[in-house]
């Protein structure tokens, strides 16, 4: 079986410090940002997949060892490989093992690109089986920020089934948070809803003036895909 250490050595070989701050000008890391304090090593995810399906599996004790790091891409690493097991496990105690797992150590999903690879599959596939968003609607609600962008990001799942409820009701909740990260996940996920539905987006969006009420940015993102004149509409407000 493979070790925490052991992927952070290969993480630490395959160290960039060119890619680095390509890839850190994605995140905000200067003081009171919301990326403060995360290290970047410089490698990229194709790469951080590589090192995944090289290997069958790796035992929670070691991948809990992996998502503790101080480093980005051994955290994104550690989720990878829980996304491949929790989708390779065909029994439900797997899954609720690997879902618990999760929800235990969910301080570590503390990044947007962390939360949106494995919010939709190891939350959202897990929710959607089990008919059951109480924690969505908690983390909606009281969470922090990440946990709030698990919660909307989680209903994908939802979304690639053609159930827009969650979305919408998660959507709901959010509709005025001040965050972009969550303004800018809450938009994304109604434009998803969108792209199978353009009526059911619409409807959501008009609906006691919806498109009024939520910050700039969350309308921008949600109406990307609409008409340029269906998207002027909203922009100045005459719908």
Not at 85 to 99: H, N, T, V, W
Not at 106 to 130: H, K, R, T
């Amino acid at each position: 079986m493979i070790t925490a250490q052991q992927i952070k050595e290969k993480l630490f070989s395959l160290a960039d410090e060119r890619k680095k701050s390509v890839i850190m000008s994605f995140f905000k890391t200067g003081k009171g940002d919301y990326s403060e304090g995360d290290i970047f090593l410089g490698v990229t995810v194709p790469r951080q997949r590589k090192i995944v399906n090289a290997y069958q599996e790796m035992p929670l004790t070691e991948l809990q060892m992996l998502l503790h790091e101080p480093f980005h891409e051994c955290r994104m690493t550690a989720l990878l490989f829980l996304i491949k097991m929790f989708k390779q496990s065909e029994k439900q105690d797997l899954r609720d093992y690997y879902f618990g797992f999760y929800c235990s150590n969910i301080q570590f999903v503390n990044n947007w690109d962390l939360v949106d690879c494995s919010a939709p599959i190891v939350v959202g596939e897990y929710m959607l089986s089990q008919k059951d968003i109480s924690l969505l609607k908690q983390w909606a609600l009281y969470g922090n920020l990440w946990q709030q962008r698990i919660a909307i990001v989680a209903t994908l799942a939802f979304i690639r089934v053609s159930n827009f409820d969650v979305t919408f009701s998660m959507a709901e909740i959010l509709l005025n948070h001040n965050h972009d990260l969550i303004q800018k996940a809450v938009g994304w996920m109604l434009r998803e809803v969108g792209k199978r539905d353009d009526n059911a987006e619409y409807t959501f969006l008009i609906k006691n003036v919806r498109y009024k009420k939520m910050p700039r940015t969350m309308l921008r993102y949600a109406i990307e895909r609409f008409p340029e004149s269906i998207r002027q509409n909203f922009l100045k407000g005459v719908l």
